[in-house]
């Protein structure tokens, strides 16, 4: 199955401020997609991303706070842009591809932030 | 608004013990989904349930689907510490996922 790798694994930054949060795949895929996990609660979909058109928004999430970059197969980009701290949270992508247990998403390790 | 409800939401059983764990969808999804998250970890993908009737098993863990009553579970077979985690399920409704609200488990020694 594909190896699914993010960038950073954690950080803590100051609230204002933005962070970018790359995610890379070591095949090609159609569609990667961003979740959000606050602590102690399930994932939220923030936003499907496939290459070469613009990303697709769940309500409660809007591109000038979550802008997303997808410039090719195999890589994508999450921003969280002027950041307070109930953005803290895991920040996760997935892709859907056929691995182990069939075809189903596989997510990243995640990338933990703290806004303080 | 599709919701996704799991119950409980928190188990605490002995070794050795049985148990079921029920994920509730509230439209039309053909295609269920099992995962398992250890604290601090990303996610574990469990199960792929694609069809009414699909029944998955893997060591203790045994999962189910039944489209028409909207309701897949997972069972626990003689439960070990090492199953402690918090289990996920998710509907796929147009290749979004929707999470249910999650069981955390714990498996007392």
């Known amino acids: 199955s594909a190896v699914i790798s993010q960038k950073p694994s954690r950080d803590i930054c100051q609230r204002g401020t933005s962070l970018t949060i790359q995610c890379q795949v070591d095949s090609q895929v159609t569609m990667m997609f961003w979740y959000r996990q606050q602590p102690g609660q399930s994932l939220t979909l923030i936003a499907t991303a496939n290459q070469g058109s613009e990303a697709t928004y769940e309500s409660g999430f809007v591109i000038d706070k979550f802008p997303i970059s997808r410039p090719n197969l195999t890589f994508s980009t999450l921003t969280v842009s002027n950041m307070s701290p109930e953005d803290s949270s895991i920040y996760l992508c997935s892709v859907e591809l056929h691995g182990r247990v069939g075809e189903t998403q596989y997510f990243g390790p995640g990338t933990r932030l703290l806004v303080l | 608004e599709l919701k996704v409800e799991q119950n409980p939401l928190f188990l605490s059983m002995q070794e050795g013990k049985n148990y079921t764990i029920y994920c509730n969808y509230s439209?039309?999804?053909?295609?269920l989904y099992w995962y398992r998250q250890d604290p601090g970890k990303s996610l574990e993908s469990l199960f792929v349930?694609?069809?009414?009737?699909a029944v998955k098993q893997e060591g203790r863990l045994m999962a189910s689907l039944d489209t028409k009553a909207r309701l897949s579970t997972l069972h626990i077979t003689a439960a070990v510490h090492d199953l402690s985690a918090t289990y996920f399920c998710?509907?796929?409704?147009?290749?979004?996922?929707?999470f249910g609200t999650g069981t955390r488990l714990k498996v007392l020694a």
């Open positions: 349930l694609l069809s009414n009737g």
């Open positions: 439209t039309t999804s053909d295609r």
């Open positions: 998710a509907v796929d409704t147009s290749y979004k996922y929707i």
